[in-house]
Structure formats: C-alpha cells, structure tokens
C-alpha cells in the first residue's frame, strides 16, 4: 500500500473531524457518558471489521480518542482516509 504525501493528507482533512499527527491522523469524541463513550467504539468497531482496518483506541469515560495510521506500510494510506470518512459518518 502506498504512502500518501503529508501534502494529500492534509488536503483530505479539510473535510474531515481528523487532525494528523505526524503519521497518523487523530480524532478526539466527547460523549455524554461511559455507556455513550463504548456505543460509539462499538459502532466504529463495526466499521473498522468491515474493511479489516483497525484503529487504535482509548477511551476515558467519556472521551474516545480514535488514532489511524497503516501500520504496515510506515504511515498514512487511503485506507485511513477512508475508514476516517467513514467515521465521521457516524455522528
């Protein structure tokens, strides 16, 4: 899988809730509780079996913190823009 320039990456953010951080984008979700918190990662969780793309995710009672990056290929590829898309769809 090929490596997208920092440049396209950015880019493709402009319409997403994602920040990138080095080599990976991230994005932080406030829910309104624990329960609301592990409805989201669940529904993400979803998503992510889908297109065998997994993030990396942490929860703090109500906050989620979501971090995608293609770990095989050394960094960002359209696969995490899109399942970031994806995402963002959810609410």
Known sequence: M???DPAVVDGALVDLRWERH???IVKV???GDFASSLAYVDAVGVLAEEMDHHPDIDIRW???TLRLSTHSAGGLTWLDIELARRIDALA
């Open 2 to 4: 090929e490596l997208l």
């Open 62 to 64: 109500n906050v989620v």
């Open 29 to 31: 979700r406030r829910g």
């Open 22 to 24: 080095g080599d990976e």
